[in-house]
Nanobody, 114 residues
Framework: QVQLVESGGGLVQPGGSLRLSCAAS????????MGWYRQAPGKQRELVAS???????DYADSVKGRFTISRDNAENTVYLQMNSLKPEDTAVYYC????????WGQGTQVTVSS
């Protein structure tokens, strides 16, 4: 049974930081491209950042220079370090594992507000 469990969301003031984690089980983690997506109310889910099996990263323009994705294959975990957060970063953040099949986590809420 595949499980992706996100954690680390919460309420933070503008300019603050959060670190999201996604722990995977039931897959051979180092064979999967991992991604972080987000969905704000009334909007479509969008890609935030992704990291391939060999560590290549890609970011949405809106988060470049502020967010960093990384992975620890020994811990079967992918991270999203989010700095200089803005109110428009408020969303539910989802983790995805992609190879031939794709798997999603349940999401974690990030709220940026003063």
């Amino acid at each position: 049974q595949v499980q992706l469990v996100e954690s680390g969301g919460g309420l933070v003031q503008p300019g603050g930081s959060l670190r999201l984690s996604c722990a995977a089980s039931g897959i051979i983690f180092n064979m999967y491209t991992m991604g972080w997506y987000r969905q704000a109310p009334g909007k479509q889910r969008e890609l935030v950042a992704s990291i391939t099996t060999d560590g290549r990263t890609d970011y949405a323009d809106s988060v470049k220079g502020r967010f960093t994705i990384s992975r620890d294959n020994a811990e079967n975990t992918v991270y999203l370090q989010m700095n200089s957060l803005k109110p428009e970063d408020t969303a539910v953040y989802y983790c995805k594992a992609q190879r031939i099949s794709r798997y999603w986590g349940q999401g974690t809420q990030v709220t940026v507000s003063s």
